[in-house]
């Protein structure tokens, strides 16, 4: 008898549990676009802003879900399985194999957006990285402190819902195109004076079949809690995982 039971409630939970999945896999329901996010480095909070803060925006509402990881040697492993690559480390990655998958994951059509520190020449040995894939860098900065950034391409989908433009205290990229490498779209500058240099702050990157946002924004807190920022990421790996 107490089989009986035991066996009936098992049952129970079982079809409870079938049930409920056909709930949460209901057709009109988007499924979240699978991200994989690397960090490391110096310079930088990544565990703070990245793994923690970007992650949880990114997840919020469904859009994503994020694999953050610090170890690079993870990235083989977990890239097939991904829509989105978003690189925000400084630290190098060296393993050549895991250098040609990012080449091929871009250039099979999927997405990658490259945030603040990966904006930077970190690689002297992997030149084809800035050249190909960022269309250029940054090789200095302002001193942290207050700056405007300027949307100038509001059209586009990476900038909707974006205010014409906005300030913040970050640090100031001197990210510059490279002339002999892929093609870069400025979507927003970035501008500490008004009689100062303006620099590109949120660009595409025309390489291949890939679609590549960067985004030079992201130092800390003043960052990456701002609306706009949050807004900014999650338009971009929206953008990106569209095929
Ligand atoms: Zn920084």
Not at 77 to 95: C, H, K, T
Request: some cysteine.
């Amino acid at each position: 008898m107490k089989t009986k039971i035991i066996q009936l409630i098992v049952l129970s939970a079982i079809l409870l549990i079938s049930s409920t999945n056909k709930v949460c896999s209901a057709p009109d329901k988007k499924k979240p676009i699978k991200v994989l996010m690397v960090g490391g480095g110096s310079s930088h909070d990544f565990d703070r802003w990245y793994k923690q803060e970007d992650v949880e925006t990114l997840q919020r509402d469904g859009l994503a879900v994020v694999s953050y990881t610090d170890d690079p040697s993870k990235i083989l492993g977990l890239l097939p399985e991904m829509d989105v690559l978003f690189l925000a480390n400084n630290q190098p990655i060296s393993d050549e194999p895991t250098r040609a998958a990012i080449f091929t994951f871009s250039q099979k059509g999927k997405g990658i957006v490259l945030a603040h520190p990966a904006l930077w020449y970190n690689w002297k040995d992997w030149p084809g990285y800035n050249q190909l894939l960022v269309g250029g860098g940054s090789r200095g900065h302002d001193a942290y402190g207050p700056f405007r950034v300027k949307i100038t391409n509001p059209q586009h989908p990476v900038t909707k819902g974006l205010p014409a433009d906005f300030k913040l205290d970050d640090e100031l990229y001197y990210f510059k195109s490279d002339t002999q490498g892929s093609s870069v779209t400025v979507l927003a500058t970035a501008q500490a004076r008004t009689d100062g240099p303006e620099f590109p702050s949120i660009f595409t990157v025309g390489y291949k079949k890939g679609k590549i946002v960067g985004i030079a924004l992201g130092h800390d807190a003043a960052s990456h809690k701002l609306e706009s920022y949050q807004t900014l990421i999650r338009n971009a790996v929206n953008w990106v995982a569209k095929k």
